[in-house]
């Protein structure tokens, strides 16, 4: 059987480092084709600015092609449900004030976490570690110019957000270099409200060489988890 195709187009203005898109973003445009949770492998940066085709396959996963390099791939997936409790917001905001990217940042024009961004342009999250405890997190207030139309913020935004937390919490690994997201598996439990406070928080899993496991979770203001996040990232063996 032939699955249908269809196009998509990342606008310049979700990137991560400059010529490619960031990588959560990427991966939740792709996870739209997957019922419930879903895990990305991304194979290539995602390129901007140029068609892609999109593709769903008979074992329900779903493929990003660039011509015919694979971009991701995505299937359906299961999280063990292990997230942290979840910090205040005046936690998570004292340490969103310890921003460690702040000076030195590796993509400073990452849509998310890119301190070059205007707060009209980018996401803005900057989290920090919380005093006293293993976390990273930040405060986060969704621009209504995320939203689907029905108050909700759009997945691959909500995806985006749960990305760069999970990347810049390896800092508590310890002598990390330059790394990129190798893997990206969310669980979204509700709607994310466009305009509203939430909480992001990060962890460290595991670390095996190059490989660094990661957490992620978002939270409304009264501290209901609405989606959660397991990520590995790929220390580059050029730096």
């Known amino acids: 059987m032939i699955w249908p195709m269809s196009e998509v187009k990342i606008d310049p203005r979700f990137c991560g480092p400059a010529e490619s898109a960031n990588g959560g973003y990427a991966c939740g445009l792709l996870a739209t084709e997957i019922a419930g949770p879903a895990e990305v492998t991304l194979r290539a940066p995602p390129p901007l600015g140029r068609v892609l085709l999109s593709q769903t396959r008979e074992d329900g996963s779903a493929v990003l092609l660039d011509g015919e390099t694979v971009v991701a791939e995505a299937r359906p997936t299961t999280l063990d449900?292990?997230?942290?409790?979840?910090?205040?917001?005046?936690?998570?905001?004292?340490?969103?004030?310890?921003?460690?990217?702040?000076?030195?940042?590796?993509?400073?024009?990452?849509?998310?976490?890119?301190p070059e961004r205007d707060p009209a342009d980018g996401l803005r999250i900057f989290p920090g570690p919380v005093e006293g405890s293993e976390l990273y997190a930040c405060p986060w207030t969704p621009q209504e110019s995320l939203g689907n139309g029905f108050g909700s913020v759009r997945p691959e935004f909500v995806w985006a957000a749960l990305d760069c937390p999970s990347g810049i919490v390896t800092n508590r690994f310890g002598n990390v270099g330059m790394m990129l997201l190798g893997r990206l598996a969310v669980e979204l439990l509700g709607p994310v409200p466009a305009g509203e406070s939430c909480v992001l928080t990060a962890w460290t899993v595991a670390r095996e060489g190059r490989k660094l496991d990661t957490g992620s979770a978002l939270f409304d203001a009264d501290g209901d988890l609405l989606a959660s996040a397991r990520a590995r990232w790929i220390e580059l063996r050029d730096q």
């Open 81 to 114: 449900g292990r997230v942290p409790t979840p910090v205040t917001s005046d936690q998570a905001t004292r340490a969103s004030q310890r921003y460690e990217w702040i000076e030195e940042h590796p993509y400073p024009r990452c849509f998310v976490c890119g």
